[in-house]
């Protein structure tokens, strides 16, 4: 079982920026994939970044350029950087984690509300 702890969401103005971070409560160097989606109301749930064991990350195409995302191995911790923040980033985030083991597991932070308007 892997519990995980969003902080960092808020409110910012267009262009501004924000740091989400995921502290899990296991070494993340065993965790495959650890990753941030958002949901925004009355929409799906969809992959905001994610970033392998490796080191390889991948982006949703209204992210690229803006959004970046890290592990810090050490911290057992995922950081979000968002910068030049849309009122479209308007969302609940959520931090993922796919650990190697147990097959098919998936777990799930709580979710960090993140605001963008003027």
């Known amino acids: 079982q892997v519990q995980l702890v969003e902080s960092g969401g808020g409110s910012a103005q267009p262009g501004g920026s924000l740091r989400l971070s995921c502290a899990a409560s296991t070494t993340i160097s065993r965790i495959y994939y650890m990753g941030w989606y958002r949901q925004a109301p009355g929409k799906q749930r969809e992959l905001v970044a994610r970033a392998t064991i490796g080191g390889s990350t991948n982006y949703a195409d209204s992210v690229k350029g803006r959004f970046t995302i890290s592990r810090d191995n050490a911290k057992n911790t995922v950081y979000l950087q968002m910068n030049s923040l849309k009122p479209e980033d308007t969302a609940v985030y959520y931090c993922?984690?796919?650990?190697?083991?147990?097959?098919?597991?998936?777990?799930w932070g709580q979710g960090t509300q993140v605001t963008v308007s003027s």
């Open positions: 993922n984690a796919v650990p190697l083991l147990p097959p098919g597991a998936d777990y």
